[in-house]
T-cell receptor, first 116, second 115 residues
């Protein structure tokens, strides 16, 4: 089975500073990787995905992620953090094929706290 | 509003009660999912329905019973639950496909507390 690991339960950053939320993956074959965000009292929302092509993927709300094959990582980044970015972030990888669709496997999530 | 609506948003039930969670999607998707979200744990896939046919139950206890009457509606029937079943239950939908790039759209979740 494919898997992702998010090594940090929580990341703290000051508003205006760059942020990084880490994710590493373990797959057989080519990885299909995703980031989702969960704001308080909401469901998960899709941010971005890597399928193939450029290693730097741009997504919603100014977020981007860098795919690094040699380090098997897919870290989420943003140049300048906002207080409103405070949320729970999930990394995911394409996993089993069920019913004609690939089902993602999610990480444990990383809580991002941006301080004013 | 994501296009996936879950009701109720909050539910408190005793261990002997029977209740149901409801999910409705307005996105024209043909696959629907139930996930369980517990603190500090990865999202747990409970059930997958593709074109209204259940394709995975992922070893979920029988006290959870899903129902998918059509491609827009998904239910999770609950009976004789345990306190450890307290969690946020998330419904999601997607377009069926084998490209591997399928993006899931989630509802806001139903927060379940079992007393």
């Amino acid at each position: 089975a494919q898997s992702v690991a998010q090594p940090e339960d929580q990341v703290n950053v000051a508003e205006g500073n760059p942020l990084t939320v880490k994710c590493t993956y373990s797959v057989s074959g080519n990885p299909y990787l995703f980031w989702y965000v969960q704001y308080p009292n909401r469901g998960l929302q899709f941010l971005l995905k890597y399928i193939t092509g450029d290693n730097l993927v741009k997504g919603s709300y100014g977020f981007e992620a860098e795919f690094n094959k040699s380090q098997t990582s897919f870290h989420l980044k943003k140049p300048s953090a906002l207080v409103s970015d405070s949320a729970l972030y999930f990394c995911a990888v394409r996993d089993a094929l069920l019913g004609g669709s690939y089902i993602p496997t999610f990480g444990r999530g990383t809580s991002l706290i941006v301080h004013p | 509003e994501t296009g996936v609506t879950q009701t109720p948003r909050h539910l408190v039930m005793g261990m002997t009660n029977k209740k149901s969670l409801k999910c409705e999607q307005h996105l024209g998707h043909n696959a629907m999912y139930w996930y369980k979200q517990s603190a500090k744990k990865p999202l747990e896939l409970m059930f997958v329905y593709s074109l209204e046919e259940r394709v995975e139950n992922n070893s979920v206890p029988s006290r959870f019973s899903p129902e998918c009457p059509n491609s827009s509606h998904l239910f999770l029937h609950l009976h004789t639950l345990q306190p450890e079943d307290s969690a946020l239950y998330l419904c999601a939908s997607s377009q069926k496909g084998t490209s591997g790039a399928n993006v899931l759209t989630f509802g806001a979740g139903s927060r379940l507390t079992v007393l």
